[in-house]
Structure formats: structure tokens, C-alpha cells
């Protein structure tokens, strides 16, 4: 966001556990920093939600591993839409990777990060739990 001759940049969080530098090892982009930052703070909280405050038991480097894929894959799901396939003869044609009901299904950088969860819990990110109930007459 831009208001008169500020830009409003993504503060990090002190507490996240990966930075612009590592997230720009793994995938190409040309965004600046702070919208990096952005996608790195969501990518944090994400983990702190669903893998540290839940007891997921995963070390310290995992945890870090993990939150730099997320963000590379939040990237990858917005402004670094990833292409798969392209065709320029003729008429020019891109296709991108993965549909929007795929989760972290949906990129190669969420795909990674599902693996080094051990915990598994990122993969019930977007599913139901069922509940049953028993009645007895």
C-alpha cells in the first residue's frame, strides 16, 4: 500500500524462523523485501499455530524449514504463480501449477513442506472432522 510518499512495509515478526535472504534461495522472484516479509509473517504464524502451540513436537530446524517453504509457497500461490507448461506457436498459452482446492497440494514448495511435517498436521489443514453421535433407545 502506498499513502502519499510512504510505502507501508510488512514489519517481521523477531520471532520468525526464516528470512528474505533463504526464501529468495528457493525460489525466483522479483519482489521487494517487504512484501517477502509479508508472505514470511503469515508462513510464521501458520507454523506457530499449527505446529508449536499445538505440541507438534518438530525441532527447531524443521519448524525453520518448514515456515521458509510455506512462504515460498504463498508466493507461488499469488504474485509468483508458478508455470507448468507454456506454448508460444501461434497464440501464447501458459498453464499454472496446481488449482486453488489443492491446499499445499497446490505448488512444489507446499508439497515440501507437507514432507517435513512428521507431525502430519499440516496435512489436515482444510479438512472436516466428522462427528458422530449414537443414540440408544
Same mark, same amino acid.
Given at each position: 500500500? @502506498?499513502?502519499?510518499?510512504? @510505502?507501508?512495509?510488512?514489519? &517481521?515478526?523477531?520471532?520468525?524462523? *526464516? +528470512? /528474505?535472504?533463504?526464501?529468495?534461495?528457493?525460489?525466483?522472484?522479483?519482489?521487494?523485501?517487504?512484501?517477502?516479509?509479508? !508472505?514470511?509473517?503469515?508462513?510464521?504464524?501458520? /507454523?506457530?499455530?499449527?505446529? =508449536?502451540? *499445538?505440541?507438534?513436537?518438530?525441532?527447531?530446524?524443521? &519448524?525453520?524449514?518448514?515456515?521458509?517453504?510455506?512462504?515460498?509457497? !504463498?508466493?507461488?500461490?499469488?504474485?509468483?504463480?508458478? =508455470?507448468?507448461?507454456?506454448? =508460444?506457436?501461434?497464440?501464447?498459452?501458459?498453464?499454472?501449477?496446481? %488449482?486453488?482446492?489443492?491446499?499445499?497440494?497446490? *505448488?512444489?514448495?507446499?508439497?515440501?513442506?507437507?514432507?517435513?511435517?512428521?507431525?502430519? %498436521? &499440516?496435512?489436515? &489443514?482444510?479438512?472436516?472432522?466428522? @462427528? !458422530?453421535?449414537? !443414540? +440408544?433407545?
Amino acid at each position: 500500500k @502506498t499513502t502519499g510518499d510512504q @510505502t507501508a512495509m510488512a514489519t &517481521l515478526d523477531p520471532n520468525a524462523r *526464516t +528470512t /528474505v535472504a533463504l526464501v529468495k534461495e528457493i525460489i525466483e522472484t522479483d519482489l521487494a523485501d517487504p512484501i517477502i516479509h509479508s !508472505f514470511i509473517i503469515s508462513a510464521h504464524y501458520l /507454523v506457530q499455530e499449527k505446529l =508449536v502451540d *499445538t505440541g507438534a513436537g518438530l525441532s527447531a530446524s524443521q &519448524l525453520a524449514d518448514i515456515e521458509m517453504y510455506l512462504a515460498a509457497h !504463498f508466493m507461488a500461490i499469488s504474485r509468483e504463480r508458478q =508455470v507448468e507448461s507454456e506454448q =508460444v506457436g501461434g497464440e501464447w498459452q501458459a498453464k499454472y501449477q496446481g %488449482k486453488t482446492d489443492m491446499n499445499l497440494q497446490a *505448488t512444489l514448495y507446499g508439497q515440501q513442506a507437507l514432507l517435513m511435517d512428521t507431525s502430519g %498436521k &499440516l496435512a489436515t &489443514l482444510g479438512k472436516h472432522k466428522a @462427528t !458422530f453421535k449414537v !443414540f +440408544t433407545a
